[in-house]
């Protein structure tokens, strides 16, 4: 799959967070994501291994037990089934694939 720039629209999640799917397959899928300072993505986990890239911003993201302090060029990939969190200290923007593919994060039909 090829997606042009700008062909998914953002979606709100929750308040402060917006996710775009950008490319997916049979067993991945990268999105896009704006998360707004002040913001948090509570504590949870999923089956699914996630693999993050931070190109702007600051977060306090908690993977497992450990806290991380991270700024843009920093880079993640949690487990499947292992809790975490994020805290949104400056607004960031996120680059993160899933794998397996995560179907709430297709885009709509209509797109």
């Not at 089956?47 to 190109?55: I, M």
Request: glycine share 6%; net charge negative; proline share 7%.
């Amino acid at each position: 799959m090829f997606t042009k720039h700008n062909s998914q629209s953002f979606r709100s999640l929750l308040p402060g967070i917006v996710m775009r799917p950008l490319a997916f397959e049979e067993k991945t899928i990268l999105c896009e994501f704006k998360l707004k300072a002040g913001h948090d993505l509570p504590a949870h986990d999923h089956p699914y291994e996630q693999t993050g890239y931070l190109l702007s911003g600051r977060l306090n993201f908690r993977i497992g037990e450990n806290w991380f302090i991270t700024t843009a060029g920093d880079s993640w990939c949690i487990p499947e089934n292992i809790e975490h969190e994020v805290k949104v200290l400056e607004d960031a923007n996120v680059l993160e694939l899933f794998s397996p593919i995560r179907p709430d994060y297709l885009p709509d039909k209509k797109e």
